[in-house]
């Protein structure tokens, strides 16, 4: 892990000015831990790889969308990216202005439509024919003109894991180039539409640049010959998919950059990016404490407190997240997967590991979990989501405290 997250000299891990322990006391665990200065750090380096060149950040909520991270990203001036009127609604709770939200997604519903244009909002990215009817009908009705740019599906298939490789022809995602040139020529003409331009996302844990590069290239040709036929077209939207490195919390921003720096070198268009996973993935640990461990034909196991309710990328993507201990020890090394307490055999953080064996209470941080963590969290098994805090400003803030099984319970009814 980087920067904030540290071994002190008495081989304690610390998030900035905390020490793990005293976290884990006042708030318990399972406990998701972030470190606001990470955040802002990313922040940064996204920035600096960006300089020069006019581009809006629009913050990916589905990533982390926990309010404690949306406000403290939307006070640095990134916008937001939603994909559902709930994200919308806690983007706007965040403090995000609404002329700097970009709704993205193959099924908005019409509440969905409704609420983002009373809000009037910056832009809706359509996805398909049906859509824009549908947008077409519901602004006339409201008599309200809607912004709005088309996803382009460039068929070019990331390598990345197949569930979050959005960008090829037998994903669900955007528009053939065909279509998309038609239902431009569409809105341009359609009086309660506002063409906003395009926009295009291969997918996410991308990192080969060049995979990039295509689909800019991509955008960029197709935008050209749009303008080419007479129509307008400003803005351009990049999507998100910078690749975090788990292993070692490397994020490529500077390659990043550069590819963006020189393909759209010399153009008038207004740039946009959604990236979601490189600003918040590294700033967070899921911290769970040892119920026991184990051993079966030789085979040894740790069983923690957290559970893939709490934390879903290792069994869902086959996702390696390094797990380290909250203070080292010095008993022997063994080699183990460590394990929740879910009745299947897909509930585990990371196999075949190798650990100072822990002793019964000990704590382990498994490692750059701040992304795609909480949001993908549920209550399976009756299991209380873990707490979440962040280190900002020197002091530590429960930012989002879990529904207990009393308050979920409560919303239910016996027959
Ligand atoms: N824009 C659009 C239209 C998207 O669909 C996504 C992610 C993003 C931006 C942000 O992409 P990022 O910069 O975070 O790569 N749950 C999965 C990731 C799903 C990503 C879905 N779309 C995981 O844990 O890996």
New binding site residues.
């Given amino acids: 892990m980087i920067n904030s997250f540290f071994y002190s000299s008495s081989e304690e891990l610390f998030c900035d000015d905390f020490a793990l322990k005293d976290l884990a006391k006042e708030y318990g665990t399972p406990l998701f831990v972030y470190s606001s200065k990470v955040i802002l750090d990313n922040i940064k380096k996204l920035n600096k790889s960006l300089k020069g060149i006019e581009i809006d950040i629009h913050y990916?909520l589905?990533?982390n969308s926990t309010l404690g991270i949306v406000s403290l990203i939307g006070k640095e001036g990134l916008g937001a990216?939603i994909v559902s009127g709930g994200e919308l609604k806690r983007a706007l709770k965040g403090g995000v202005p609404t002329n700097k939200i970009v709704f993205?997604g193959v099924g908005k519903t019409n509440e969905e439509i409704i609420l983002a244009l009373s809000k009037n909002i910056k832009q809706i990215n359509v996805e398909s024919e049906s859509e824009l009817e549908k947008i077409i009908s519901i602004s006339k009705a409201m008599n309200i003109r809607a912004p709005v740019a088309l996803r382009i599906n460039p068929d070019i298939k990331a390598q990345t894991h197949e569930k979050?490789a959005?960008g090829s022809n037998q994903a669900k995602f955007g528009l053939p180039l065909n279509q998309t040139i038609e239902l431009y020529k569409k809105i341009c003409k359609e009086e309660s539409l506002i063409p906003k331009g395009l926009a295009v996302?291969i997918g996410?844990?991308i990192f080969n640049n060049f995979e990039f590069q295509s689909a800019y290239e991509f955008l960029l040709n197709t935008a050209n010959n749009i303008r080419r036929d007479g129509l307008s077209i400003n803005n351009l939207d990049l999507?998100?998919?910078?690749g975090v490195n788990y292993s070692n919390s490397k994020i490529d921003f500077d390659g990043f950059g550069k590819i963006i720096q020189s393909v759209f070198k010399g153009y008038d268009y207004k740039l946009s990016i959604?990236?979601?996973?490189?600003i918040v993935a590294t700033s967070g640990i899921l911290l769970t404490k040892v119920i026991y461990s184990k051993k079966i034909n030789k085979k040894n196991f740790v069983v923690v407190d957290a559970a893939m309710n709490d934390f879903i990328?290792p069994t869902l993507?086959d996702a390696y997240h390094p797990i380290i201990p909250a203070k080292k020890n010095n008993n022997k090394e063994i080699i183990c997967d460590v394990v929740g307490p879910i009745c299947e055999t897909g509930d585990f953080f990371i196999k075949n590991t190798k650990l100072n064996k822990p002793n019964n209470d000990d704590l382990l941080a498994i490692c750059n979990t701040g992304?795609?963590g909480s949001v993908?969290s549920s209550n399976y098994n009756s299991r209380p989501p873990a707490n979440e805090v962040i280190i900002f400003k020197e002091k530590s803030f429960l930012i989002k405290k879990s529904q207990s099984i009393e308050e979920q319970i409560s919303k239910e009814i016996l027959l």
């Avoid at 999507?239 to 910078?242: D, E, L, N, V, Y």
């Avoid at 959604?274 to 490189?278: A, D, F, I, K, V």
């Fill in positions: 990916a589905k990533a990216d993205s979050i959005t996302h996410s844990q999507g998100g998919g910078i959604e990236p979601g996973r490189s990328r993507y992304a795609y993908m």
